[in-house]
């Protein structure tokens, strides 16, 4: 069989048995070797073998009794607040190739946000027996239904933190992200500068705003103060928070958005009142999505790892269910500034790059 030609279709009545009889070994050998989680236990040249039968016969395995045998649904259950939030679709990917190595499938569902919904999805994907959960849409008030579900399955943050959790959580250092986006406008001589804030029980945000205002302060920018927060990180957000500031006397030179999202609808605000991005007002966002590199002016933006945050959750998740130690339950990715054509030096004609 070539590597071009598609798995035979599995064939009604072909057994367990029938693989071991044709590759000449015994059925609990078969077993070993078709099972992700077992499979290092036969011999290399025996497993390939099996496996070769196997794809010629059309045999799959019963993964119903196999599921009943081990206690595990061999599915992990993964939360999303915005399944049309570009970021997210990383980091299932980034889960969905970590667990497929190990035989699990995703179960994917979304909160919209919602408190209500965030508790009646975790309770549908408890009474389905998913065998762990990875939420990536945690806000403040989910805390105690996360650690209630925590006891009965593991349970990892991924992308989101929650404060003072003791869950698992593979996060983005949002804290240092901030950092990197005050140091970068303080390069660039911005004096004047202010921060388009996302939801503050979103821990992201809280730690993003902390990181650009210690820095700002270290290196003698002036942020001057906004009011309002977003009520969700959305364009239509940021679009009304830039409205609101540019009504006021007095403009920064350059704007934080807490993420892409919000930066767009800032550069909406900011064009609608016919400024120029950079010329204006240089404009920073976060998070790094597929299209914001396309823009005109092209956005800066803090990259989010998101792919590599779903497979380190996924790492974690298997490593979880095997039973093994992890003495680091905290596990923080790095951030990277990706500077575009949205920020420019003050006082000098074009873009900073």
């Known amino acids: 069989m070539t590597d071009t030609q598609p798995l035979p279709l599995p064939r009604a009545g072909v057994t367990l048995m029938d693989v071991a009889r044709e590759a000449g070994v015994h059925a609990s050998t078969v077993s070993r070797a078709l099972d992700p989680s077992k499979a290092h236990r036969v011999r290399e040249t025996t497993r390939d073998q099996i496996h070769e039968v196997a794809d010629r016969l059309g045999y799959r395995p019963h993964l119903i009794a196999r599921g009943l045998q081990s206690g595990r649904t061999s599915t992990i259950g993964f939360i999303a607040a915005d399944l049309g939030n570009a970021f997210v679709t990383p980091i299932i990917h980034g889960l969905a190739g970590s667990i497929g190595g190990a035989g699990m499938l995703p179960v994917i569902a979304e909160t919209e946000d919602d408190h209500v919904r965030f508790a009646a999805i975790l309770d549908h994907m408890l009474s389905r027996r998913v065998d762990g959960i990875v939420a990536a849409a945690a806000r403040a008030g989910d805390r105690d239904i996360l650690e209630s579900a925590a006891r009965i399955v593991p349970v990892i943050l991924a992308g989101r933190p ?28 911005h004096r004047i500068v202010v921060q388009l804030q996302g939801p503050p029980d979103v821990a992201n945000f809280p730690r993003r705003a902390t990181g650009f205002s210690e820095h700002a302060d270290q290196i003698g920018m002036r942020e001057l103060p906004v009011s309002a927060v977003a009520e969700a990180p959305t364009a239509a957000e940021g679009r009304r928070l830039m409205d609101a500031l540019l009504e006021r006397d007095g403009s920064p030179t350059a704007v934080f958005a807490h993420n892409d999202l919000m930066a767009l609808g800032a550069l909406a605000a900011i064009r609608s009142r016919g400024l120029d991005v950079p010329g204006d007002i240089s404009l920073v966002g976060y998070n790094d999505l597929p299209t914001v590199g396309y ?5 800066t933006t803090l990259r989010y790892p998101s792919w590599e945050i779903g497979q380190a959750a996924g790492d974690l998740m298997t490593g979880l269910l095997d039973g093994a130690e992890t003495q680091k339950q905290q596990h923080y990715l790095e951030p990277e500034l990706v500077i575009r054509s949205s920020t420019r030096q003050v006082g000098v004609e074009g873009p900073a790059n």
């Open 295 to 299: 823009l005109t002016p092209a956005l």
């Open 162 to 189: 929650l404060e003072g959790s003791a869950l698992p959580q593979v996060v983005h250092d949002d804290r240092k992200g901030g950092r990197m986006v005050a140091a970068h406008l303080g390069e660039l001589g």
